[in-house]
């Protein structure tokens, strides 16, 4: 009987705990929101250090690594690193730590996290397209370099070729082709990046492409 009635308030504790902290770690996750939201590095490393998940995500699916690259926080960035914050998880648009970092073109972002390891090539929007997207030629070499796939396509068949010839990153759209980016790949819409390059009216990188698809 009187296992049983320990048994019975051991039980009781455990409600009460699970009861009690749900307040305090939803106060937590608020205290994160605004502690970011005013870029406050030391507030939150100390709700880290309070026992806050390292991996936790916004509404979108950011995590905090995801989250400092954005709202461009080099400190906390760099203390998520340093505890070993998951670095491939993606968000609910499929992007990583290392796509937003290529997208901004945080260039020493995106080399720490390729060097530790970071996928670069997976389904979906590879890290190259967003780089390719704003025309980041830095990234786009080190990508490369370090084992991005030139050709890699998006869900609808495009390279990050395509996207550097339709926003007009001619020095972008070089640096592909001297990677040996194909000009003759064909999207879902039967469109080739120079069919790109010219929706956006950049006529010179049309050429080039055409010239590069004969030679092809």
């Known amino acids: ?14 409600i009460l705990a699970f009861v009690f902290s749900v307040p305090v770690f939803a106060g937590a996750y608020e205290d994160m929101e605004e502690a ?23 509404r979108q699916g950011n995590t905090l690594l995801i989250q400092s690259i954005q709202r461009d926080l080099p400190e906390l960035f760099d203390h998520l690193m340093k505890i070993r914050a998951r670095i491939n998880r993606r968000n609910r648009n499929g992007e990583t730590a290392l796509s937003i970092a290529a997208y901004l073109g945080r260039i020493d972002h995106v080399r720490r996290l390729v060097e530790a390891g970071a996928e670069m090539n997976f389904f979906g929007w590879p890290p190259l397209a967003y780089a390719a997207y704003n025309g980041h030629v830095k990234i786009v070499d080190y990508l490369i370099e370090k084992g991005a796939e030139v050709d890699a396509r998006t869900e609808n068949g495009s ?23 194909d000009p003759t790949i064909v999207n879902d819409r039967n469109e080739t990046a120079a069919d790109w390059a010219a929706k956006g009216g950049h006529s010179g990188i049309e050429a080039l492409l055409r010239v590069s698809e004969d030679r092809g």
């Open 36 to 58: 970011l939201a005013r870029g406050d590095t030391g507030a939150v490393i100390a709700l880290i250090n309070r026992g806050m998940d390292v991996n936790t995500v916004d």
């Open 1 to 14: 009987m009187k296992r049983m009635k320990d048994r019975l308030l051991a039980s009781f504790a455990l």
């Open 159 to 181: 390279t990050a070729l395509f996207f550097a010839s339709r926003f007009g990153h001619d020095e972008t759209v070089r640096a592909l082709l001297k990677h040996r980016a």
